[in-house]
């Protein structure tokens, strides 16, 4: 089978799109903590908020985060959507005692760092999956 040149095109706009929904998510959910903290009032030299030391807490986030992308942007793209579901019940469930403690903050970044990280990969897989029907 021969590959037309939009073809080879789209096929890696797919690629592009994984890596992205992957690698870029953490930069951007970075960003995101850093203008809840700039909402909060908490600048710099003052005090560290409870999201900023949460992180102590929650070790690993990065790392989990590529893992979760890599679930969702997969699960997407090959039509199964209901891997969110999994990847979901996965994080409640290892972070549920961190989470349950008393650290203030903690339970905020979980959610902030899980629904954005989440929500890229999930719109990033959709549009890789709508370019596939196209492929």
């Known amino acids: 089978?021969?590959?037309?040149?939009?073809?080879?095109?789209l096929a890696g706009g797919i690629l592009l799109s994984g890596v992205l929904?992957?690698?870029a998510g953490s930069p951007l959910t970075g960003w995101v903590f850093r203008h809840v903290e700039r909402r909060s009032g908490?600048?710099?030299?003052?005090?560290?908020s409870s999201i900023q030391a949460a992180s102590v807490v929650l070790r690993g986030g990065q790392m989990i985060g590529f893992?979760?992308?890599?679930?969702?942007?997969l699960g997407i793209?090959?039509?199964?959507?209901?891997?969110l579901v999994g990847v979901i019940a996965?994080?409640?469930?290892g972070?549920?005692?961190?989470?349950?403690?008393?650290?203030?903050?903690?339970?905020?970044?979980f959610l902030i760092g899980s629904f954005t990280s989440l929500l890229w990969a999930a719109v990033l897989g959709a549009l890789a999956r709508l370019a596939l029907t196209h492929l």
């Open 90 to 93: 996965l994080k409640g469930l």
């Open 77 to 83: 793209v090959t039509g199964y959507p209901e891997a």
């Open 1 to 9: 089978m021969t590959l037309t040149v939009p073809q080879v095109l």
């Open 67 to 73: 893992l979760e992308r890599t679930a969702v942007f």
């Open 42 to 48: 908490v600048g710099p030299g003052q005090t560290v």
């Open 21 to 23: 929904a992957i690698i």
């Open 95 to 109: 972070r549920f005692a961190e989470l349950r403690g008393s650290t203030e903050g903690a339970a905020e970044r």
